[in-house]
């Protein structure tokens, strides 16, 4: 059966729209954004569209006076229907072997007419609208709840009734003017049936039509809340949801909706209300618990004449508004649901949770998808509310006498309400980042809700849901739907579960050949395409090796070879801009070497100086701009070699590959691969070209490769890269695995075992902590403590608490002492309105009286307020400054402390490898968050997680998981090393975050009985292991670690930095590292880490895993384990510069 790749922004013949571009095979415009959002990508809309309107919808003779002729409303109906609408609506008639379908469709195989084939099944299903009409349903079946797709799904908590609404109800007011726009209301589409059904109807025809049946149908599903005769949308909220729904309440104030930071969980949801069935002006006052009654917006009198011309001043066009980033990310703090193929996102599908079953929906490339979504009305209520004010607002302030709409109706409230198929974790919404994305209602008013996508409202959760059709991309990925408006994008209604695209052996001919077109076509960069093909050399995994891939493996190979041109036409831009950028900075530096006026004795006066100080401020302007251009430049060629690399990588991984791309195209690619270089994050010279053109020595060069490749072409691609590593590093890394160089013989063991003996000697010494330098912090803390105290400007029961490194293990004598105010939980409000900031700062006076020195108050403004200060501290006879700094109120920090000190309690290693690792970071200048580095405490993080995830011999961790080791495996250590599905949640593991309201955290991790844990630990603390635990753990973020995919997280899963995108809003285009915070889990720690400053860290993780390992495998006399230390720890001279 032919297929379109159709769809389009707006709407044309077809009843379907989509947003992007792209070319249908049977002409129109279609398409949506590639991977990313990238233009010209994938298209996923499964019909043909016009941007340009419904070009087919002129009347019969509309130049003639003459009557026109009687149309059959069906027939009128099937000719409007796009080609793609109707192989949608004629392909499950095939597939549930209908006779007619069937014939039709062999007719075609049998000679292949397209255009015959689809007049056909056309009249085909007029015939069957036909007979459908006879017998047509009231409602159609197919109109789940969201409440009975989640009792599919195990999560229907709800304990109300769920039997099906009568709609029927007699004695029902009529139909008040203004409720639906005056238009024609659609028909009930034919033979709609169960989702169970739906591979035996027709898919477009279960969704395509319009919100409501008829006015009657209308008025009877539209909640009593929404019938009320003053055409406006009611001032009070209309009857809650019941608990089992799901769905977050209506918020009391949609702009603190909006607002709400990232990860905040709603309040809790109230009780459903009873169906009102009385007018609004006779219900009682709507409880505080829902949101509360806006003003009710004024019924504005109607012009005078409608036939008087327009004489209405155009409006002023606004501000271009400032960039807003994509808020409420995770699914428990929006305020609908949205489900694909009726499964629920991961965070709702409790059932497949609780029993460790995959939480995502698999799919096939082009295979057909069913976004179902549902909003509560209150929601939708208040904002159509907050819109029409604002238009009002906007229309006072520029002065236009046309009013808004004066009644709101519930198409006013669903108008731009839109679903969009997104690559997951795209940073925004809105159609230019979509795949696809769909508007739920019809923009163009001569259509009307003829073409609207379904929808529907169920009186008995006071919701509106409806479905929306969809394609899978034709690459494959991992998408999800979200639900928005589009006039505001930037707020996220619901998201769907992710869905994994993922292509048949049968479908991978196709999706190559979609990759090409894409290469060819030309319409963007090529990164988007160079990402596509990358994705499928990875996932190519067939099920069948003795599949036959010719066809696909043209495919392949004309991919690479347009992805190649890509790259070389990349190279040439780059090395054109390059050359560009130095004659601009060459003139510039020419111009200040000449001689300037005074040298000359030469005057010109006031104008002359004032002149010549402009152009020095131009000439600053120029550099400025310059220098922007240079970095744009490298940055972009830096992006094209990265996304390259990728599809050489996933070719020299994947053991599957050679049944797709044959001989001589891996040999050249194996080559191509042995220049790139992670660290310098760039490709080698090509050594087999000899010229003086620095563009034909770039990565796209093929031709320049010899076949076949022997070790000889091999040696010269790694002497061309160590060149480079050597010009740009300074070094040239190694490479070799830990084991390897330990397992070396006599010299490998006798190594590591002096390295781990001068680090548990060097920790003794200098980083240990006395009893003497705890006793002396308890008795800072207590004096801080009594003057607390005695000022009377803290609520009784206030205490003062160390946290930091002072206090969980991984800190010196030297530390600083770190200190919170902890407010008792009876007097939570003291922080919230001012008070605690006008304490503390009554309380530095009271320091100062009590013989603390230096008190600093300038961060009281700060999120967490703080007050710096020195104790002076009597060690007999010689006096010692203490710095201390005080914060109110900070649970979190006391909560991450009790974490790490635990850890230290249970592995003393650990404490061992983070001083040495401290060090270094602090030696190599890459420990400084001011100068946008990690801070200690990322690190130690680091070291926790690369811990956790290393094995012992026996299989489990060096390191347990506190927060998900499991309590029976901990106490009796027997089998394997064994994690809980779910940390358990009580009012003791559950702390109120203390600066986002309503946001809470779960603070349970294992702290009881810990003797198990630590004999375990012992058990791993073989004389030489600290030693080869170190070098292990540079080796691992230098080479193993994957910076672009995955995240520095203590979950019990890996976590990808799509999910955190997705969720967290975080961004997965950064490539460099990113740590989730244990407890917070929407803060990345290594936030303030920029790009260049990453690639730092990243080469001084391979230099000091290359000191140890060049040291290890010197045949001259072997350095002892401190000066190997010291040598790793070398201070950053001057002359050593970022790149």
Same mark, same amino acid.
């Given at each position: ?220 599903? +539209? ?5 009320? !005769?003053?055409? =406006?949308?009611?001032?009070?909220? %209309? /009857? $809650? @949801? #019941? &608990?089992? +729904? ?5 918020? !009391?104030?949609? =702009?603190?909706?909006?607002?709400? %930071? /990232? $990860? @905040? #969980? &709603?309040? +809790? ?14 219900? %009682? ?855």
């Amino acid at each position: 059966m032919p297929e379109g790749t159709g769809g389009g922004r707006g709407r044309g013949r077809g009843l379907s729209r989509g947003r992007g571009r792209g070319r249908s095979r049977r002409g129109g415009r279609g398409g949506g954004g590639g991977n990313n959002g990238n233009k010209g990508g994938d298209s996923t809309t499964p019909t043909k569209a016009s941007s340009k309107g419904n070009n087919d919808s002129k009347k019969p003779n509309e130049q003639t006076p003459t009557k026109a002729p009687r149309v059959d409303p069906i027939e009128e109906k099937m000719r409007l229907m796009g080609d793609q609408d109707v192989l949608i609506a004629f392909g499950p008639f095939i597939r549930a072997g209908n006779q007619d379908a069937v014939r039709v469709h062999q007719q075609y195989l049998s000679n292949n007419k397209q255009i015959e084939f689809i007049n056909n099944a056309r009249q085909f299903l007029i015939g069957q609208e036909r007979r459908a009409n006879e017998t047509k349903p009231i409602l159609p079946v197919e109109a789940k709840t969201v409440a009975e797709i989640e009792a599919a799904h195990g999560n229907n908590n709800s304990t109300q009734n769920n039997a099906p609404h009568d709609v029927m109800q007699p004695n029902l007011p009529t139909l008040p003017p203004g409720l639906l726009t005056p238009q024609k209301l659609p028909s009930l589409p034919p033979g709609l049936t169960s989702p169970q059904r739906q591979q035996q109807q027709p898919q477009q025809q279960q969704h395509r039509q319009g919100g409501i049946q008829n006015n009657n149908n209308m008025l009877r599903a +539209m909640p009593v809340g929404l019938r009320h !005769n003053t055409n =406006v949308l009611p001032p009070g909220p %209309p /009857p $809650g @949801m #019941p &608990p089992g +729904m799901g769905l977050p309440p209506p918020q !009391n104030n949609t =702009v603190s909706q909006i607002n709400r %930071p /990232p $990860g @905040m #969980p &709603p309040p +809790m949801r109230p009780t459903a209300a009873p169906v009102a069935t009385e007018p609004m002006s006779s219900l %009682p006052k709507p409880s505080s618990s829902i949101l509360p009654a806006p003003t009710p917006a004024p019924v504005l009198p109607p012009k005078e004449s409608k036939t008087e011309p327009d004489t209405t001043p155009a409006v002023k066009t606004p501000a271009k508004p400032t960039k807003q980033w994509r808020i409420q990310t995770r699914c428990e703090e929006q305020p609908g649901r949205l489900f694909a193929n009726d499964m629920p996102a991961a965070s709702f599908n409790l059932a497949a949770t609780a029993q460790n079953k995959p939480t995502s929906l698999i799919a096939r490339t082009r295979s057909e998808l069913t976004a179902r979504w549902v909003l509560p009305l209150p929601y939708l209520r208040n904002r159509a509310i907050r819109r029409f004010e604002e238009l009002k607002n906007a229309a006072e302030e520029s002065k236009v006498t046309r009013p808004p709409p004066q009644n709101l109706t519930i198409r006013d409230a669903l108008k731009t309400l839109t679903v969009g198929l997104f690559r997951r974790g795209a940073m925004d919404n809105g159609a230019s980042s979509s795949i696809v994305s769909k508007e739920i209602l019809c923009a163009d008013s001569k259509d009307g809700p003829d073409k609207d996508y379904f929808f529907n409202i169920d009186q008995r959760t006071d919701t509106v849901f409806g479905t929306v059709p969809f394609y899978a991309p034709r690459t494959p990925g991992n998408v999800v739907f979200r639900l928005y408006f589009e006039d505001e994008p930037h707020v996220t209604l619901a998201c769907g579960p992710c869905i994994e695209v993922v292509p048949n052996d049968s479908d991978y001919d196709s999706v190559l050949r979609f990759i090409l077109s894409n290469f060819k076509s030309k319409k963007t960069n090529g990164m988007s395409s160079l990402s596509a093909l990358a994705t499928v050399f990875e996932m190519f995994k067939p099920r069948r090796t003795n599949a036959n891939f010719n066809d696909a493996g043209r495919m392949a190979w004309g991919c690479v070879c347009e992805a190649r041109k890509v790259v070389e036409q990349a190279a040439q831009k780059f090395v054109n801009q390059k050359e560009e950028i130095e004659e601009r900075l060459e003139a510039i530096k020419i111009k200040e070497e000449l001689p300037d006026l005074k040298s000359l004795n030469v005057s010109g006066g006031d104008n002359e100086t004032k002149k010549e100080e402009d152009e020095n401020d131009d000439t600053d302007a120029k550099n400025d701009a310059i220098m922007k251009d240079k970095f744009t430049n490298e940055r972009k060629w830096r992006e094209m070699q990265h996304a390259y690399s990728s599809i050489l990588q996933a070719v020299v991984s994947n053991k599957y590959i050679h049944l797709l791309m044959k001989r001589d195209l891996l040999s050249t690619m194996r080559l191509e691969y042995e220049l790139w270089c992670p660290l310098c994050d760039a490709f080698a010279p090509i050594p087999f070209v000899k010229t003086k053109f620095e563009a034909s020595k770039m990565p796209g060069n093929v031709s320049a490769f010899p076949y076949p490749a022997g070790k000889d072409h091999y040696q010269m691609c790694r002497s061309s890269k160590e060149e480079m590593q050597q010009t740009m590093l300074g070094f040239v890394p190694q490479v070799d695995n830990v084991g390897e160089i330990a397992r070396g013989g006599k010299k490998g063991r006798d190594f590591f075992l002096d390295l781990s003996s001068a680090m548990n000697e060097m920790y003794t010494n200098e980083y240990a902590v006395s009893e003497k330098v705890w006793r002396r912090r308890e008795q800072v803390r207590a004096a801080i403590e009594q003057v607390m105290s005695n000022s009377r400007e803290f609520p009784p029961g206030t205490k003062v608490a160390v946290f930091g490194s002072s206090a969980n293990g991984f800190g010196s004598p030297n530390s600083d002492l770190d200190l919170c105010l902890s407010i008792p939980a009876s007097a939570a409000d003291f922080t919230n309105d001012g008070k605690g900031v006008e304490a503390m700062t009554n309380l530095a006076s009271k320091f100062t009286a009590a013989g603390m020195r230096d008190v600093n108050t300038e961060r009281l403004t700060a999120r967490i307020p703080i007050v710096k200060f020195n104790v002076p501290y009597n060690d007999n006879g010689t006096e010692i400054l203490v710095e201390c700094d005080l914060s109110l109120q900070n649970p979190l920090a006391l909560l991450n402390t009790s974490l790490l000190r635990t850890y230290a309690t249970i592995s003393p290693m650990t404490c061992v490898l983070a001083s040495i690792i401290k060090r270094w970071a602090k030696s190599r200048d890459i420990n400084n968050p001011s100068k946008h580095t990690l801070s200690s405490y990322g690190y130690v993080l680091m070291l926790t997680y690369f811990l956790k995830n290393a094995r012992r011999g026996d299989g489990n961790p060096i390191l347990p998981n506190l927060q998900w080791v499991d309590p029976q495996w901990a106490q009796n250590l027997t089998n394997l090393y064994r994690e809980i599905a779910a940390k358990p949640k009580s009012p003791q593991t559950l702390v109120a975050h203390p600066t986002l309201e309503n946001y809470v955290v779960n603070s349970y991790f294992y702290r009881q009985g810990l003797e198990g844990l630590q004999k375990y630990c012992a058990d791993n603390n073989g004389p030489s292991t600290i030693g080869v635990l170190l070098a292990s753990f540079f080796h691992y973020f230098a080479y193993t670690f994957d910076y672009k995919k995955h995240v520095v997280s203590l979950g019990n899963k890996l976590v990808e930095k799509e999910v955190k995108a997705e969720e967290d809003g975080w961004s997965v285009y950064k490539s460099g590292l990113a740590i989730e915070d244990p407890f917070e889990l929407f803060y990345d720690v290594a936030h303030v880490v920029k790009a260049n400053n990453f690639l730092h860290i990243k080469k001084e993780f391979a230099l000091a895993y290359s000191k140890i390992a060049n040291e290890a495998q010197s045949k001259r006399d072997i350095i002892t384990g401190k000066e190997l230390i010291d040598m790793i720890c070398e201070p950053v001279s001057q002359d050593e510069g970022r790149d």
